[in-house]
């Protein structure tokens, strides 16, 4: 079992700067690639980014690009999503989770965590 709890979620303003937090626990996590996603009211879960332990990540470059950065801390099993240049469109409730592949896809990861939400204020 992994147990994944996020932090840092918040009220910001256009153009401010939030990081996440993604606190792992759990013998294997280390076995586990993480990922972030978002979901916004009436739209589906969308894919945010993804990192390895080892230090390999992705991103989605259709809003990511230039704004959003992944990185962790093995020795604090923390997942850091740090976020700049924030605007409206990146209000949503922001997910951790953790899957045995570095993917887009939600369904392939297997643990989440409670959500944190993020609200840009216009």
């Known amino acids: 079992q992994v147990q994944l709890v996020e932090s840092g979620g918040g009220l910001v303003q256009t153009g401010g700067s939030l990081r996440l937090s993604c606190a792992a626990s759990g013998r294997t996590v280390g076995n586990y690639d993480m990922g972030w996603f978002r979901q916004a009211p009436g739209k589906e879960r969308e894919f945010v980014a993804a990192?390895?332990?080892?230090?390999?990540?992705?991103y989605n470059s259709e809003f990511g690009k230039g704004r959003f950065t992944v990185s962790r801390d093995t020795a604090k099993n923390t997942v850091y999503l740090q976020m700049n240049s924030l605007n409206p469109e990146d209000t949503a409730v922001y997910y951790c989770?953790?899957?045995?592949?570095?993917?887009?896809?939600?369904?392939?990861?297997?643990?989440w965590g409670q959500g944190t939400q993020v609200t840009v204020s216009s």
């Open positions: 989770a953790a899957g045995g592949v570095l993917s887009r896809d939600y369904r392939l990861y297997h643990y």
């Open positions: 990192t390895r332990w080892g230090g390999e990540w992705i």
